[in-house]
T-cell receptor, first 112, second 111 residues
Framework: KNEVEQSPQNLTAQEGEFITINCSYSVGISALHWLQQHPGGGIVSLFM???GKKKHGRLIATINIQEKHSSLHITASHPRDSAVYIC??????????????FGTGTLLAVQP | DVKVTQSSRYLVKRTGEKVFLECVQDMDHENMFWYRQDPGLGLRLIYF???????EKGDIPEGYSVSREKKERFSLILESASTNQTSMYLC??????????FGNGTRLTVT
């Protein structure tokens, strides 16, 4: 079993819909990261969080440390949100080296 | 804004060739990483470095080596390229306990 599991693996939505991507992990962590990768593009860090909730524009990330679960929400989705969204964790045993454990990603397609 | 630059976007090499992938970051980050990304497998760590001349193996180091002679530059070396090393290679850098900054990737094809 992977240490970081994402669901769903693929998601198709209509423009304007509210989208949720889930991430569960099985190790102790110091932080959780949400990353975005557009087709053919590099990877961009969206959020790094260790508790509670963070918001940036239409994106919201939440984490429940006790349940070892995080969600990424996209409000009022738009075709430009189409990308792969990757969840990654900084395991507690990794210290300051920032060696992340990655999920396999969620491919999101938002149709106009 | 942090910039991580990978020297090539696309690269085609022949089996047995020695291949160098270069990565440069401009923000004085201690940590630098080389990943490969394959469909269905996600990102896998090849090597990382937490200081000049310091390196540690990641999850899949076989067939690769690295060099970090200067803080801003981290090179990945394929000693003798093989077809199973055809992949997308991504470099990243970070400070301690901070988000990673990725380069745009190098798509390597070994024929």
């Amino acid at each position: 079993k992977n240490e970081v599991e994402q669901s769903p693996q693929n998601l198709t939505a209509q423009e304007g819909e509210f989208i949720t991507i889930n991430c569960s992990y099985s190790v102790g962590i110091s932080a959780l990261h949400w990353l975005q990768q557009h087709p053919g593009g590099g990877i961009v860090s969206l959020f790094m969080l260790s508790s509670g909730k963070k918001k940036h524009g239409r994106l919201i990330a939440t984490i429940n440390i006790q349940e070892k679960h995080s969600s990424l929400h996209i409000t009022a989705s738009h075709p430009r949100d189409s990308a792969v969204y990757i969840c990654a964790v900084s395991p507690s045993y990794g210290g300051a080296t920032n060696k992340l454990i990655f999920g396999t990603g969620t491919l999101l397609a938002v149709q106009p | 804004d942090v910039k991580v630059t990978q020297s090539s976007r696309y690269l085609v090499k022949r089996t047995g060739e020695k291949v160098f992938l270069e990565c440069v970051q401009d923000m004085d980050h201690e940590n630098m990483f080389w990943y490969r990304q394959d469909p269905g497998l996600g990102l896998r760590l090849i090597y990382f470095s937490y200081d000049v001349k310091m390196k540690e193996k990641g999850d899949i180091p076989e067939g690769y080596s690295v060099s970090r002679e200067k803080k801003e530059r981290f090179s990945l070396i394929l000693e003798s390229a093989s077809t199973n090393q055809t992949s997308m290679y991504l470099c990243a850098s970070s400070l301690e306990y901070s988000p990673l900054h990725f380069g745009n990737g190098t798509r390597l094809t070994v024929t």
